[in-house]
């Protein structure tokens, strides 16, 4: 019988028989076979002297809320965690930013943009959980498809802050015939504010002048939007 209190033995990979280690799991069975903890130690390769990189991996995605809560957590937070360092931290950011632009990448070469719901599909698991507000602009061709997706902005979204020719500066370089405003509020409530009301009839007014259509405005929220078209704000 353990003793009370003890901890429980968590055996380390190379301790695993070979069918049962991520890597190996990987190779036979590939990546889609694997949980995200699985994955993880893979990026990983080795846990700390006494603790399996499975447990690291599992302890990281428990403590920071998974793999959105994780692509959050800053560089020097990952580094102060009992398994990683900074040569580990790294890893993970760096394989965490490569999947976002892949999907990034691969949702604007296919991407149309018919209603806010397309836009929310792009954006809003990513924008949706920022810690700071951001800005961005979908940059569109006569078909509605997304050209790119550049950030105009980062941080607080006002008529102080947003000069209307900056705004529409990647869409001139671009030739872009027409423009999405997104932008998020880290409160996580997309509820219009009376500012980005502003900000909208601003753009729509330069835009007509640079013959440049200004399609939307969406507030992302957590897990919730806003078009500011469908209720008629700014858009009269």
């Known amino acids: 019988m353990a003793r009370s209190g003890a901890v429980e033995y968590q055996p380390l990979i190379k301790e695993l028989p070979a069918s049962e280690r991520p890597r190996e799991r990987l190779k036979q069975y590939g990546a889609s076979s694997l949980s995200n903890a699985e994955l993880l130690a893979v990026i990983l390769r080795t846990g700390a002297a006494s603790e399996s990189v499975l447990n690291v991996a599992a302890r990281l995605l428990a403590k920071f809320g998974g793999l959105p809560g994780l692509s959050r957590t800053s560089f020097n937070e990952l580094c102060s965690q009992h398994g990683l360092g900074k040569a580990k931290s790294a890893q993970i950011?760096?394989?965490?930013?490569?999947?976002?632009?892949?999907?990034?990448?691969?949702?604007?070469?296919?991407?149309?943009?018919?209603?806010?719901?397309?836009?929310?599909?792009?954006?809003?698991?990513?924008?949706?959980?920022?810690?700071?507000?951001?800005?961005?602009?979908?940059?569109?061709?006569?078909?509605?498809?997304?050209?790119?997706?550049?950030?105009?902005?980062?941080?607080?979204?006002?008529?102080?802050?947003?000069?209307?020719?900056?705004?529409?500066?990647?869409?001139?370089?671009?030739?872009?015939?027409?423009?999405?405003?997104?932008?998020?509020?880290?409160?996580?409530?997309?509820?219009?504010?009376?500012?980005?009301?502003?900000?909208?009839?601003?753009?729509?007014?330069?835009?007509?002048?640079?013959?440049?259509?200004?399609?939307?405005h969406i507030i992302f929220g957590r897990q919730r939007y806003v078009s500011l078209k469908e209720r008629g704000l700014g858009f009269g």
């Not at 008529?159 to 370089?173: C, H, K, M, N, Y």
């Not at 999405?180 to 007509?208: C, F, M, R, W, Y």
Request: glycine fraction near 4%; charged fraction near 25%.
């Open 93 to 216: 950011k760096a394989a965490l930013e490569l999947g976002r632009r892949l999907l990034s990448t691969e949702v604007e070469e296919r991407m149309t943009v018919r209603s806010p719901a397309d836009v929310a599909n792009l954006l809003l698991a990513e924008m949706g959980f920022l810690e700071q507000e951001e800005l961005r602009l979908l940059l569109l061709d006569t078909r509605n498809q997304v050209l790119a997706v550049p950030q105009v902005y980062k941080g607080s979204v006002n008529t102080s802050q947003v000069r209307i020719g900056e705004l529409f500066r990647d869409a001139v370089r671009q030739n872009s015939p027409a423009i999405i405003i997104v932008h998020n509020h880290p409160s996580g409530d997309p509820t219009p504010s009376p500012e980005d009301v502003t900000v909208t009839e601003q753009a729509l007014k330069a835009g007509k002048l640079l013959d440049i259509d200004v399609l939307d």
